[in-house]
């Protein structure tokens, strides 16, 4: 695993900003002594004890000691916050804030728009990550230790690509869960044990989830792949597909990619 370079800050330690602050800290991504956090209610009882970590409650303190801030908070708060951050390579993980904001919180010229999800405290997040005008190659390393430590990642060509992940693989876990919870509705109205469809239905899951990650193949070629074969399974597919599947997905994550936009504004 990589190490990040120079000293690095985390602002917002909840749900998501705790996930990536255990990531990096148990994949020996940065030490400790040279990680800040800065959380309005101060330390997180999981993180609490780390010794040598770094707590403040004062953004700017942490922003005048790393030279990489992450930025975790809300995005109605994250959007009013302001700092200085001049000389520092900030990136962002709140949903919806644009590079140009980005560089208007904080005053640096190097901002990285990014996602990701709170299985980074498995290690399993995917972390898409766009880079501003200013970010160096260096900078690149720098986010590619942060984001490696918290699963896969990529870097995307296009800043709009972000609002999509956010949509997609931001919450975890998320869209699945709506699928999985039709599908253990489904086994209890034929008379399943709920405990039992919640067994059946998760190790289904676990097992698809690593059948698909660890597979070059698009899932389609798995869908194919049943329908081919003509038994039972194709016959659902075929169902679901008359009924419209892939068009009211697609209509949820447009729904989510379009709340990019207004989330943590004034109005939304
Ligand atoms: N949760 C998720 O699944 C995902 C979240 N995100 C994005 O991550 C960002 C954070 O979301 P999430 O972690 O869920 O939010 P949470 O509300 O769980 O955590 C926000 C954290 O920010 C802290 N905070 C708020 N204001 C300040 C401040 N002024 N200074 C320092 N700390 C502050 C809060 O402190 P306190 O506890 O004291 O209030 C809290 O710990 C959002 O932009 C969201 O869109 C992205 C992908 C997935
Ligand atoms: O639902 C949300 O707003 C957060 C951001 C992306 C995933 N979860």
Redesign the pocket.
């Known amino acids: 695993m990589d190490k990040m370079t120079g000293t690095f800050g985390l602002?917002?330690?909840?749900?998501?900003?705790?996930?990536i602050a255990s990531a990096l800290l148990r994949a020996g991504a940065v030490d400790p002594a040279r990680m800040w956090i800065?959380?309005?209610?101060?330390p997180?009882p999981a993180l609490a004890a780390t010794p040598g970590l770094n707590w403040t409650?004062d953004?700017q303190t942490l922003a005048d000691a790393c030279d990489t801030i992450l930025?975790?908070?809300?995005?109605a708060?994250?959007r009013k916050?302001r700092f200085e951050g001049a000389g520092r390579l900030v990136v962002?993980?709140?949903?919806?804030?644009s590079v140009a904001e980005l560089g208007a919180i904080s005053g640096a010229a190097r901002v990285v728009r990014a996602?990701?999800?709170?299985a980074a405290a498995i290690g399993m997040a995917y972390s898409p990550w766009f880079a501003g005008e200013g970010v160096s190659e260096h900078d690149r390393a720098i986010v590619r230790a942060l984001f490696s430590a918290c699963g896969a990642s990529d870097e995307v060509p296009d800043e709009s690509q972000i609002d999509v992940f956010?949509a997609i693989t931001?919450?975890?876990p998320?869209f699945v869960a709506a699928f999985a919870a039709s599908v253990q509705d489904y086994a209890q109205a034929q008379g399943v044990a709920p405990d039992v469809a919640r067994r059946a239905v998760g190790q289904l899951f676990h097992a698809a989830g690593a059948l698909l990650a660890g597979s070059e193949r698009p899932a389609a070629y798995f869908v194919a792949e049943m329908v081919d074969y003509a038994g039972t399974t194709a016959a659902g597919l075929e169902a679901l597909r008359a009924a419209g599947l892939t068009e009211i997905v697609a209509q949820g994550l447009e729904a989510a990619r379009l709340r990019c936009l207004t989330?943590?504004r004034e109005e939304g």
């Open positions: 602002v917002g330690c909840g749900q998501l900003g705790a996930a800065a959380n309005r209610s101060g997180v409650a953004i930025l975790a908070l809300p995005p708060i994250g916050l962002s993980v709140m949903a919806g804030v996602m990701s999800s709170p956010t931001g919450p975890v998320g989330i943590g």
